[in-house]
């Protein structure tokens, strides 16, 4: 496994809208800026997520130019508080089909990082927040 792109600092979805920016791995921005192999497994990951089950869920757009690329959902059902008893969290991962491979490798040779919208598909109270402790793209190619 490669890790392409990464957000290691915890991130807190709060509010109707949150935007996340994952910069590009320098150890591997020669493999995609050279356009010779778009690996034929890409996943994003989302490790150690917190919340209640009030929270809201979430959609997980990825940006380009147009259009944005729906990746999946973000519920936390079932999900508890850091705590104790519960120190790692939850956690998530969403394979990427062809064409949005395609899509993220285009993005990342030419912004040199991934931007990723979260909207609330119901109204977020405000006191009610998510938080992921890392957040990352890799390659499940071997090599």
């Known amino acids: 496994m490669k890790i392409l792109a990464e ?3 915890p991130f807190c979805l709060s509010g ?3 935007r996340l920016e994952l ?3 320098e150890e591997h921005e020669g493999e995609i800026m050279s356009g010779d192999k ?3 497994s890409w996943s994003l990951h989302l490790r ?3 919340g209640t089950s009030n929270c809201p869920c979430y959609d997980i757009f990825l940006l380009d130019q147009e259009p944005i690329i729906l990746l999946g959902i973000l519920s936390c059902f079932g999900c508890r508080s850091k705590s104790a008893s519960n120190p790692d969290g939850g956690n998530l991962a969403f394979r990427l089909n062809t064409e ?3 899509i993220a490798t285009h993005t990342l040779e030419t912004t040199k990082s991934l931007h990723l919208l979260f909207i609330a598909q119901e109204v977020a109270p405000p006191d009610l927040a998510i938080s992921v402790e890392f ?3 890799c390659s499940n190619d071997s090599a």
């Open 38 to 40: 778009t690996p034929t």
């Open 23 to 25: 910069p590009l791995n």
């Open 7 to 9: 957000n290691t600092r």
């Open 100 to 102: 949005t491979r395609h």
């Open 135 to 137: 957040i990352y793209l």
């Open 48 to 50: 150690g997520i917190f």
């Open 16 to 18: 109707q809208e949150c």
